[in-house]
């Protein structure tokens, strides 16, 4: 409960200031930085977009562990040993927000210090009510009993006359006494669930305006009046031929509330558009910066663009496809003035997060955007309003910045992005690859009436553009498939696949696809995992038939 004091009290003063945190956000950002490649993979792949939560709760109940430790010591040893623990709690929380991506400072430890403070009062005052105080009114009634007994003693020498019997009452009246002066098990039962009652109370309730105060940060209002320019180009809506007549296989666009987050913000930044600043910077001839309006002033353009993680595993769902709006940006590029010897363009994120990629990326005519708009309204919080960088064909981890404040360019060799120092490429195309969409592993495939079952899924390989899909049937020939309508080469394609089953009654059978790009390219059967430029190999599934 003291923990959870500290905890409370902490996410109260957090969220007096905008740029102070819960220590928790702050220790949890730590984990991220420091935590190898595969231990990211594996909790993306067990936990998929719902990581940070997950994070989030192991570090409570670490927390919770640690307290009850440290909570058993202080009440079973020594008060001291409890306010040393809560006071390295402190240390770790001052040292995590001083050594912050971003206004890492002794400033931004106030939430951590003054929680640890009103942690350790807490601890002290439910000790001093629980153990203390008990054996105070224990010590004195011993006293008290010590002198009754002085005097019955006296009074005993002085009347020779009393009986045995005489004396055993006297004494009974002495243990009774001495006794009288400690609280009893009812009592202290009755006394720590009122200390902890009293130390829930606080603790949930300085937590809950805490996070009251909070959410006066929030961009959720801004994002609500933003208004998007209206592009120059003109996209006719998504026609009907894009898309297969199979069911379950994925919408050809992405609704936002089902686009994939994978990031490293464990809240989602608050960035405002009213303070909201894009700077261009490093090895530019004419360095500049635009406020978010100045940016909508530009000649925006609109695109169909298809966004995959590296950390998507064969077969994955991190993967989404959108209507992106936004600024060109080589047309940015080209008004900043590019310096001879650039190869890098870096994007950093409001939190501190780096992409970097190569500088051909953004200057050969693909359709690399600075966006602000996702199928037709402002960016989502979660998806990196007010801007966000797109670039089509490379993994977004080195190329789609996120609440993007600095456009800096630079070298390979003077500057490594955020991933690069922890095991990934500094150099990431996206793979070609596909997936079987409309049937999972060890599902079941009905056979329809005209004795044909029907599979179907998505294929990709932005900037190239996807050619065709092949389909393997248990070890079989490959057949091809049938192609929804190729919408541009930086968006994926849907394609579906009709067999008649060589067996029925549960029979298991083995399907396999994979893609040809624009190129000719077959993908690859050389199966890879994610770590260190993205997952190879065909998607397989065993499916049963009836």
């Excluded at 970097?356 to 966006?371: Q, S, Y």
Aim: hydrophobic share 40%; glycine share 12%.
């Amino acid at each position: 409960m003291a923990g959870g004091v500290a905890l409370g009290v902490a996410e109260l003063v957090a969220g007096i200031n905008r740029n102070w945190r819960s220590p928790v956000l702050d220790v949890g950002d730590r984990i991220i930085d420091n935590v190898p490649p595969f231990v990211k993979d594996f909790a993306i792949e067990q936990f998929g977009t719902n990581d940070k939560p997950a994070l989030l709760i192991g570090i409570g109940v670490a927390l919770a562990i640690y307290s009850m430790i440290i909570g058993a010591l202080a009440f079973t040893k020594r008060l001291s040993i409890g306010l040393i623990g809560i006071g390295l709690f402190g240390l770790i929380g001052i040292y995590v927000a001083m050594t912050r991506r971003v206004d890492g400072s002794f400033f931004n430890a106030m939430p951590t210090i003054i929680g640890a403070a009103m942690g350790a009062v807490a601890l002290w005052a439910a000790h001093h009510f629980l153990i203390s105080a008990p054996e105070a009114a224990l010590g004195t009634a011993d006293d008290s009993a010590r002198e009754h007994r002085a005097t019955t003693d006296v009074d005993r020498n002085a009347e020779p006359s009393s009986t045995d019997g005489e004396r055993d009452d006297a004494d009974e009246l002495v243990f009774a006494e001495a006794g009288s002066g400690g609280p009893s098990r009812r009592e202290m039962l009755a006394r720590s669930g009122g200390v902890i009652g009293a130390l829930a109370v606080i603790a949930g309730g300085t937590g809950a305006i805490g996070r009251a105060l909070g959410g006066r940060f929030s961009a959720a209002s801004s994002r609500d009046e933003a208004n998007l320019s209206i592009p120059q180009n003109t996209l006719d809506p998504i026609p009907d031929g894009v898309s297969v007549d199979v069911e379950g296989v994925s919408s050809f666009i992405t609704p936002n509330d089902d686009f994939y987050r994978i990031d490293t913000a464990l809240t989602v930044p608050q960035v405002p558009t009213e303070t909201y600043k894009l700077a261009i910077t490093g090895m530019v001839d004419n360095p500049f910066e635009m406020t978010y309006d100045e940016l909508l002033d530009r000649d925006t353009v609109e695109h169909d663009i298809t966004l995959t993680c590296v950390s998507n595993t064969v077969g994955g769902e991190l993967i989404g496809n959108a209507r992106w709006r936004g600024v060109r940006l080589d047309e940015i590029l080209a008004e900043a003035g590019v310096q001879s010897g650039a190869t890098q363009v870096v994007g950093r994120s409001v939190d501190g997060y780096t992409c970097g990629f190569p500088i051909e990326a953004a200057t050969d005519g693909r359709n690399a955007l600075v966006a602000f708009g996702m199928n037709g309204e402002a960016l989502p919080l979660e998806h990196g309003f007010p801007v966000r960088l797109i670039v089509p064909g490379l993994y977004g981890y080195i190329s789609a910045t996120k609440w993007l404040t600095e456009i800096e360019l630079t070298t390979f060799e003077d500057f490594e992005s955020y991933w690069v120092p922890r095991g990934y490429a500094d150099r990431a195309p996206i793979k070609l690859m596909s997936r079987i969409d409309s049937v999972d592993g060890l599902g079941t495939l009905t056979v329809g009436d005209d004795g044909m079952a029907a599979i179907g899924g998505v294929a990709w390989a932005q900037t190239r553009g996807i050619d065709s899909v092949e389909v393997q049937i248990d070890d079989g020939e490959w057949q091809p498939a049938d192609m929804g309508d190729k919408l541009n080469d930086d968006t994926w394609r849907q394609w579906a696949f009709r067999f008649e089953p060589a067996a029925r009654d549960r029979a298991r059978t083995s399907i396999r696809c994979r893609a040809i790009d624009s190129n000719g390219e077959v993908q690859t059967d050389e199966r890879t995992e994610p770590l260190p430029n993205g997952a190879s190999g065909h998607h397989q599934i065993i499916v049963f038939i009836e």
